[in-house]
């Protein structure tokens, strides 16, 4: 999922909840507060080539006067500040929970939806030009939390437990793989276009099909990839994810209450 530049993404709901569940410092991302569209910055690989995005977050008063430290940047219109970046809330990720964000203005687009967009160009656009010290930032980040110095006590306090909510990703790509496999099974057809699509991607992309060696968190990233580069087969894959939970949920013997 590395890329050459930086996106902004927004983040799975479902995904996001399921991190916020194991660690508190995990920013929401829920509609009922008003921030279902919070964007994210992206990719930033970690030790183990974990990959990461990182929350921007509308500057507030008092980032006009706190002191330049290594969890957070600020992001500049000209002089004017904008927006932070929050390293200390940085979420580790896989294709399957991110989608970016189309920053295209429309015509059709409301005025509100219009200055949006114009907002996010300008906090992508300054994240372009200072990915060095973006990428510098996440990393040390990422290494003072998880060293678990006593001296980074109170940047630990107010940090995400990475560690953990990797193991919450490992979690949740496996049984993202477990489903893929069965609606696979399920549904030969599906699969002979996803494997047709896949040649098709690699040689688009120059990548090597994967071989023996390959793990299956590479080869279903892949698989997620080539989907969202194929919005048809996405669409009928994601029916028959739909139509495969339906089946499970009703296999799933009825619980009897107790009078």
């Known amino acids: 999922m590395s890329e050459d530049k930086f996106c902004l993404y927004n983040v799975d709901l479902k995904y996001n909840r399921e991190l916020a ?3 508190d410092n995990v920013i929401s991302n829920s509609p009922q507060i008003g921030k279902k569209h919070r964007p994210y910055i992206g990719i930033l690989v970690m030790i183990n080539d974990r990959q990461y995005c990182a929350p921007i977050t509308s500057a507030k008063p008092k980032h006009n006067t706190m002191p330049k430290n290594f969890d957070y940047l600020k992001i500049y219109d000209n002089k004017k500040l904008i ?31 219009r200055n949006n967009k114009l907002l996010l160009a300008k ?10 010290a973006i990428k510098k ?24 437990n990475f560690k953990k909510l990797e193991e919450v990703l490992d979690r949740w790509v496996d049984k993202e793989i477990q489903k893929c496999n069965d609606v696979l099974k399920e549904n030969p057809d599906l699969k002979a276009k996803l494997n047709a699509a896949a040649k ?6 120059n990548l090597t099909p994967f071989d023996g060696s390959s793990t299956a968190g590479e080869r279903h990233e892949r698989r997620i990839n080539v989907l969202k580069a194929n919005p048809e087969l996405m669409s009928e894959y994601k029916n028959a994810v739909k139509n495969h939970t339906q089946k499970q949920t009703e296999l799933k013997p009825k619980t009897k209450h107790k009078r």
């Not at 989608?99 to 409301?110: F, P």
């Not at 060293?147 to 306090?157: A, D, E, R, Y």
């Not at 098709?200 to 992309?205: F, L, R, V």
């Open 137 to 160: 930032n996440a990393q040390k980040t990422y290494n003072a939390v998880i060293s678990g110095n006593t001296k980074n006590s109170n940047l630990i306090k107010r940090s995400c």
């Open 21 to 23: 569940n194991h660690d």
């Open 123 to 132: 906090e992508l656009d300054w994240c372009q030009n200072n990915s060095d």
């Open 200 to 205: 098709k991607y690699e040689k688009n992309h």
């Open 83 to 113: 927006s932070v970046i929050n390293f200390n809330n940085m979420i580790p990720v896989c294709q399957s929970v991110v989608q970016k964000i189309d920053i295209t203005v429309h015509k059709n687009d409301t005025p509100q939806v």
